[in-house]
């Protein structure tokens, strides 16, 4: 703590990485204290539970790519880690590095997951001599001023509309994969919520999250943003969203690829997918159709090709509690 407030004292480019439960509103607005006093720059990890929106304090996510992680993370100096370690890359890439920090930043690892984050945060604020009730930069409440899209049914006109919509205290579990960059953006300025990303590897992990979500807070609404591919490792969920009652909506993005897997390819040098690897990373021939298979879970479900059907099942799905499912068709 002594060594992170006399980095943060010296004068270099510094920026305080954030993860876990430093990701929680009150840890974020000690940070947010410290960011406004000293300068540093606020980037996070990819955390199990972050809580955003207008009020609260937002810490830049560390971009999932690797060549755009590195170059944005290219001027620090120092680095100041608080939940976990340095960030590094998510595969080993050829040709690229493995950590993302410019090898010259000095990096200390303040404190790691297992301890009081909030109170680690707030003893580096009293070790720089910032009050508890010093002023920090809050979110700024933007959500009223988003348009409603038009226009083609895609990511960004998707986000546009669950953003303009976002219930306050509302629940995202996302497993958007490609698709949920936009929404990410957007969430700064919207009502309060909670955002449960998926943390590992793995795929799948959506719609499961959604379920433990809905059990847990049976009174918040949850939202799950469900990319279709890897929504079929544990489509089964939708029953027992059923089951339960749960208050979920599903908005699946139906683009009918493994999307991420292809981006993956590329990055390790593979631009010319053969027949093979291409029916491997497609979902065509047959379509999915996720309405039919929500319908035979018992989840009631509609299918939007349009945005304006999208914001009108949208609509529909928010207004009610329990389960519904939205089969985004993207074009």
């Given at each position: 703590m002594v060594e992170a407030a006399k980095a943060l004292k010296s004068g270099k480019s510094?920026?305080?990485?954030?993860?876990?439960?430093?990701?929680?509103?009150?840890?974020?607005?000690?940070?947010?204290?410290?960011?406004?006093?000293?300068?540093?720059?606020?980037?996070?990890?990819?955390?199990d539970r972050t809580q955003r929106g207008a009020g609260r304090v937002a810490a830049r996510p560390v971009p999932y790519n690797v060549d755009l992680a590195v170059s944005t993370m290219k001027?620090?100096?120092?680095?100041?880690?608080?939940?976990?370690?340095?960030?590094?890359?998510?595969f080993a890439y050829p040709g690229k590095p493995s950590t993302i920090l410019d090898p010259a930043c000095d990096v200390i690892e303040m404190a790691?997951?297992?301890?009081?984050?909030?109170?680690?945060?707030?003893?580096?604020?009293?070790?720089?001599?910032?009050?508890?009730n010093a002023p920090f930069v809050p979110n700024r409440f933007m959500q009223h001023e988003i348009a409603d899209p038009t226009g083609a049914?895609?990511?960004?006109?998707?986000?546009?509309?669950?953003?303009?919509?976002?219930?306050?205290?509302?629940?995202?579990c996302e497993e958007s994969i490609t698709s949920g960059g936009k929404l990410a953006a957007l969430a700064p300025g919207l009502h309060p919520h909670d955002h449960i990303p998926l943390t590992?590897?793995?795929?799948?992990?959506?719609?499961?999250?959604?379920?433990g979500a809905g059990i847990a807070c049976p009174d918040r609404k949850i939202v799950a943003m469900q990319a279709d591919g890897s929504g079929m490792y544990t489509v089964q969920g939708l029953w027992t969203q059923a089951r339960e009652?749960?208050?979920?909506?599903?908005?699946?993005?139906?683009?009918?690829?493994?999307?991420?897997?292809?981006?993956?390819?590329?990055?390790?040098?593979?631009?010319?997918?053969?027949?093979?690897?291409?029916?491997?990373?497609?979902?065509?021939?047959?379509n999915l159709d996720w309405c039919k298979m929500a319908a035979g879970m018992g989840v009631e479900a509609g299918r939007a090709t349009t945005v304006e059907e999208f914001s009108r099942l949208?609509?529909?799905?928010l207004s009610r509690k329990g389960p519904f499912l939205i089969e985004a068709v993207m074009t």
């Amino acid at each position: 703590m002594v060594e992170a407030a006399k980095a943060l004292k010296s004068g270099k480019s510094a920026v305080l990485i954030l993860a876990g439960k430093a990701l929680r509103a009150d840890a974020l607005a000690t940070a947010g204290r410290i960011a406004a006093a000293t300068g540093a720059a606020l980037f996070s990890q990819t955390s199990d539970r972050t809580q955003r929106g207008a009020g609260r304090v937002a810490a830049r996510p560390v971009p999932y790519n690797v060549d755009l992680a590195v170059s944005t993370m290219k001027e620090f100096e120092v680095a100041i880690c608080i939940g976990g370690r340095q960030p590094v890359a998510f595969f080993a890439y050829p040709g690229k590095p493995s950590t993302i920090l410019d090898p010259a930043c000095d990096v200390i690892e303040m404190a790691g997951h297992e301890h009081d984050l909030a109170a680690s945060l707030a003893g580096l604020a009293d070790e720089l001599g910032i009050a508890p009730n010093a002023p920090f930069v809050p979110n700024r409440f933007m959500q009223h001023e988003i348009a409603d899209p038009t226009g083609a049914l895609n990511a960004e006109t998707i986000a546009l509309a669950v953003a303009r919509r976002l219930p306050e205290n509302a629940i995202i579990c996302e497993e958007s994969i490609t698709s949920g960059g936009k929404l990410a953006a957007l969430a700064p300025g919207l009502h309060p919520h909670d955002h449960i990303p998926l943390t590992g590897g793995s795929i799948g992990e959506g719609i499961p999250l959604a379920v433990g979500a809905g059990i847990a807070c049976p009174d918040r609404k949850i939202v799950a943003m469900q990319a279709d591919g890897s929504g079929m490792y544990t489509v089964q969920g939708l029953w027992t969203q059923a089951r339960e009652n749960l208050d979920v909506l599903t908005v699946v993005y139906s683009n009918r690829a493994y999307a991420i897997l292809q981006g993956e390819m590329r990055n390790v040098g593979v631009n010319d997918f053969g027949v093979n690897a291409r029916r491997m990373l497609d979902l065509d021939r047959p379509n999915l159709d996720w309405c039919k298979m929500a319908a035979g879970m018992g989840v009631e479900a509609g299918r939007a090709t349009t945005v304006e059907e999208f914001s009108r099942l949208l609509d529909a799905g928010l207004s009610r509690k329990g389960p519904f499912l939205i089969e985004a068709v993207m074009t």
